[in-house]
């Protein structure tokens, strides 16, 4: 009877719903920030992109404004969220050099076909939510073809092109992607909005003409 009285209580059951959702969010423990911020435990990644992303966070230390990318690529989110994935991983290991706090983390699961860029709150100043997506979505095609090394090198290289404004460490073709990218997202749009004013207008006709006649 008294179980039936607690459960009953809705103030104990919403508390109840409020620490099974904390306990199931929490789930995720970050590992240990490996060397470089890298981490690839199923070596998706060659050296010689390990090297260069490591390269790029060096000579961004030695910049007035100091622009640190980490790497997070695995098999499987094992059910995460890859939000929570993110921004745990992003806390825990701190990206961004300190005092400037301009950190950006990618993340990638394969298996699962899910990717995000984490931003600082500093970094996101510089580079917004959309321009983000935009990089992604600009190296799609690599991680359709199982180049991971080259996809993530090439978001490596947009993040730092768009934070330096085009003067970025490494030398990219990624911002005519993008700008591609864009271009034909706003036509796919415009073509939609004039789709849907023939099909209005050409339901307008018909009905006056049905009521003419």
């Known amino acids: 009877m008294k179980k039936d009285r607690l459960l009953k209580n809705p103030f104990l059951v919403r508390l109840l719903g409020l620490l099974m959702a904390f306990l199931f ?8 920030k490996p060397d470089y911020g890298i981490y690839d435990p199923n070596h998706y990644l060659t050296e010689e992109v390990v090297a260069q992303i490591r390269d790029l966070n060096e000579a961004n230390s030695q910049k007035a404004e100091k622009l640190q ?3 997070y690529i695995v098999d ?8 929570t994935v993110a921004n745990e991983t992003a806390r825990a290991w701190k990206i961004g050099y300190s005092g400037d706090n301009f950190g950006s983390l990618i993340v990638v699961a394969v298996q699962d076909r899910k990717s995000r860029i984490e931003t600082s ?13 935009q990089i992604l979505a600009a190296s799609r095609t690599d991680f359709k073809n199982g180049d991971y090394s080259k996809g993530i090198l090439a978001i490596a290289k947009g993040l730092d092109n768009q934070f330096y404004k085009g003067t970025g460490t490494l ?8 700008k591609r990218y864009s271009e034909t ?8 909005i004039v789709a849907r004013l023939v099909i209005v207008r050409t339901v307008t006709l018909w009905t006056m003409c049905s009521e003419s006649g």
């Open 121 to 133: 709150n500093n970094t996101a100043i510089r580079i917004t939510d959309y321009q983000t997506k």
């Open 171 to 178: 030398p990219s073709d990624e911002s005519s992607k993008i």
């Open 25 to 32: 969010l929490s789930a995720f423990t970050a590992p240990e």
């Open 185 to 192: 997202s706003v036509e796919k749009n415009r073509v939609a």
């Open 76 to 83: 499987s989110l094992e059910g995460e969220s890859i939000e």
């Open 69 to 71: 990318i980490g790497v």
